[in-house]
């Protein structure tokens, strides 16, 4: 049992990993890559690290993905098109 | 092959090498040292902590969480002065949707009595201080990213984490005067695993929570005031 979810977490962690490489959506590679530290998250809990992955869980998931997405705005690779089709 | 192409390969042959040595001169599942063995046996009786991870991070290792906690202050002072004040022309964001405004309502109790309840029990069961902390600032992020209008007060966000770090050290300098040892248990040990136990521990970890999550708080805050710069 332990093996398959361990097996199904690496397998999610590398596919979200490359999808992470090719997409050419920034804002979802963004979110793939938040996808790649949930599986790590359940991979953490398997091998008995439940601090490590509350950790992984809190910053890697959360923090990492809103403060990428945050940068993305910033810097001007993800805009809002629903409101500038409005103002113009 | 191009430049970017040839450094990636060499850059993984090393890596793989690393790895490699690593694998071949490492005993696999041995552990290498005895200091593993000894934490997990003396940790409960010298400390009084049920979660070990907090004994190593404040007690045996107290020094080196002070050190985590300034590369954090560092990193957000180096971001908050990058990013700069906000510029009080440009026009706000518009509010968000309909379902993040009423998640934001609903979760903002739940999310602060769980990073509350993390940082509180950290030394008994797993979390602590840093994932509270994240917790907490997402509780406090969340309405900014529904309602962008709302002002972050940095000014409280910057006391709150100038008086957790001062809060730290100070502990750390009583233990240093008291017992001899910078950041040493205070008040003994209480009974193993009650809430108010492990004498200084819970003390250190609400001020790394709250440190923690002030700071990431005020970062995200700032992120998201400044606009994207066209």
Request: no cysteine; charged share 5%; proline share 4%.
């Given at each position: 049992?332990?093996?398959?979810?361990?097996?199904?977490?690496?397998?999610?962690?590398?596919?979200?990993?490359?999808?992470?490489?090719?997409?050419?959506?920034?804002?979802?590679?963004?979110?793939?890559?938040?996808?790649?530290?949930?599986?790590?998250?359940?991979?953490?809990?398997?091998?008995?690290?439940?601090?490590?992955?509350?950790?992984?869980?809190?910053?890697?998931?959360?923090?990492?993905?809103?403060?990428?997405?945050l940068t993305l705005r910033r810097v001007g690779l993800w805009k809002i098109e629903k409101n500038q089709q409005k103002e113009t | 092959m191009n430049l970017r192409e040839i450094s990636g390969l060499i850059f993984i042959i090393g890596l793989g090498f690393l790895l490699g040595a690593v694998f071949k001169c490492l005993p696999y599942g041995e552990p290498i040292t005895g200091v593993g063995q000894t934490i997990t046996a003396l940790a409960p009786i010298e400390v009084g902590t049920t979660n070990i991870v907090a004994s190593v991070l404040l007690a045996y290792r107290g020094l080196?969480?002070?050190?985590?906690?300034?590369?954090?202050?560092?990193?957000?002072?180096?971001?908050?002065?990058?990013?700069?004040?906000?510029?009080?022309?440009?026009?706000?964001?518009?509010?968000?949707?309909?379902?993040?405004?009423?998640?934001?309502?609903?979760?903002?109790?739940?999310?602060?009595?769980?990073?509350?309840?993390?940082?509180?029990?950290?030394?008994?069961?797993?979390?602590?201080?840093?994932?509270?902390?994240?917790?907490l600032a997402a509780a406090f992020f969340i309405p900014i990213l529904a309602t962008p209008a709302s002002p972050f007060n940095h000014h409280i966000s910057s006391l709150i984490e100038g008086f957790a770090g001062v809060a730290f050290i100070i502990i750390g300098l009583l233990a240093l005067f008291g017992k001899g040892y910078f950041l040493a248990p205070l008040f003994g040990t209480g009974e193993v695993?009650?809430?108010?136990?492990?004498?200084?521990?819970?003390l250190l970890y609400l001020a790394v929570g709250l440190k923690v999550g002030a700071e990431l708080a005020g970062l995200l805050a700032r992120l998201q005031e400044t606009e994207a710069s066209d």
């Open positions: 049992m332990l093996f398959w979810i361990a097996l199904i977490s690496v397998v999610v962690m590398l596919s979200a990993a490359f999808a992470t490489l090719f997409i050419r959506n920034y804002l979802a590679a963004v979110a793939a890559i938040s996808v790649v530290s949930l599986a790590l998250s359940v991979l953490f809990v398997v091998l008995q690290a439940p601090d490590v992955a509350l950790t992984e869980a809190a910053v890697g998931t959360g923090v990492t993905g809103v403060i990428l997405a | 080196d969480t002070l050190g985590e906690l300034t590369v954090l202050f560092v990193a957000a002072t180096a971001i908050g002065m990058v990013l700069g004040q906000r510029d009080p022309e440009i026009s706000s964001q518009p509010e968000a949707g309909f379902i993040l405004k009423t998640a934001a309502n609903i979760l903002f109790p739940f999310l602060i009595i769980l990073g509350a309840y993390i940082i509180l029990h950290g030394h008994l069961t797993p979390g602590g201080g840093f994932q509270g902390g994240a917790i695993g009650h809430l108010f136990s492990a004498g200084s521990l819970p």
